[in-house]
């Protein structure tokens, strides 16, 4: 479980994050959703310690992520906005050589990566220098290679952003599976259809705030919307913002 409260950041004059909470359950998914600016990435730097956040708390499992930032970070998978393959080495290297980072031993690394890259049906890439891979090919070699120490928490920064139909219906097929395994899945997206598909929670982020949270039904009926896409409109637009 992912705990954040009243996260803080600014960037000069800018409010980049601006008072962010909420709560990403196990066996759930939880979707970021908001306009391009929002706050999303920054406030997923945050957790993953890529930053610092000025004010606020964030625990992982129940980990103070700025007392025992190493534990932390043990406890996440994450799929960053940039994916950052070591292009000279294959999918399968890319992968082990994270697990090594994290301490894995020989037969537990090839166990896990053998088990993630048939789960992503990445066996007729495994071999190949990441190179000249698509986008795709990069998406799911970067989530293997994320989580390969089997963390419990997974964060993945707009996994969908550039892929096609089916690289898009593959991966959302695996965030699913990775909810049935009981971990606490946190993605940010801006696709309306993608996140009222996946998300058992969505937390809408606005100028750096909340401006709403709940499930999918929950939002509509909070702004009287039918549909999603309207109800998304109504609250990134709202002074006061709502909340469930």
Do not use: W
């Not at 058992?200 to 009926?221: M, P």
Request: net charge neutral.
């Amino acid at each position: 479980m992912i705990e954040l409260t009243d996260l803080r950041k600014t960037f000069g004059t800018v409010k980049a994050v601006d008072g962010v909470s909420f709560t990403a359950r196990d066996g759930e998914i939880t979707g970021l959703l908001g306009p391009n600016g929002a706050g999303k990435t920054t406030t997923l730097r945050m957790l993953y310690t890529l930053m610092k956040p000025e004010t606020g708390h964030i625990s992982v499992d129940g980990v103070d992520i700025t007392r025992d930032p190493d534990s932390a970070r043990r406890k996440l998978g994450v799929l960053p906005d940039a994916r950052g393959l070591y292009k000279r080495l294959t999918a399968r290297e890319n992968i082990e050589y994270f697990g090594r980072l994290h301490g894995l031993d020989e037969a537990t690394l090839k166990q896990r990566t053998d088990a993630l890259i048939r789960s992503l049906a990445i066996e007729d890439i495994a071999g190949r220098r990441t190179e000249g891979f698509s986008n795709g090919q990069r998406v799911k070699t970067a989530i293997a290679r994320a989580l390969v120490h089997d963390p419990r928490n997974v964060l993945l920064d707009e996994p969908t952003n550039g892929l096609d139909v089916m690289a898009t219906r593959a991966l959302r097929k695996f965030m699913l599976q990775l909810r049935a395994e009981g971990r606490c899945v946190l993605f940010s997206s801006h696709i309306m259809q993608e996140v009222a598909a996946l998300c058992d929670r969505i937390v809408v982020i606005a100028k750096g705030r909340v401006v709403a949270q709940g499930t999918a039904d929950e939002l509509r009926a909070l702004t009287g919307e039918a549909n999603l896409e309207d109800a998304f409109v109504k609250v990134i637009g709202s002074e006061e913002g709502l909340s469930l």
